[in-house]
């Protein structure tokens, strides 16, 4: 058992484009190796 207690979840950000958090979403799904800006290149195409 830890003795912190339990993490916050951190809110996602909306995205810059569509100003949504499901595509925000779909972008940190995609993304490997913290590669973003190559995961936003493949959704934003």
């Known amino acids: 058992m830890p003795r912190k207690g339990h993490t916050q979840k951190r809110d996602v950000l909306a995205d810059p484009m569509y ?3 499901v595509v ?3 972008i ?3 993304m490997l190796d ?3 800006g190559v995961a936003q290149k ?3 195409g």
């Open 19 to 21: 100003n949504n958090k």
């Open 24 to 26: 925000t979403k779909l």
């Open 28 to 30: 940190n799904n995609i």
């Open 34 to 36: 913290g590669k973003k």
């Open 42 to 44: 493949i959704v934003y």
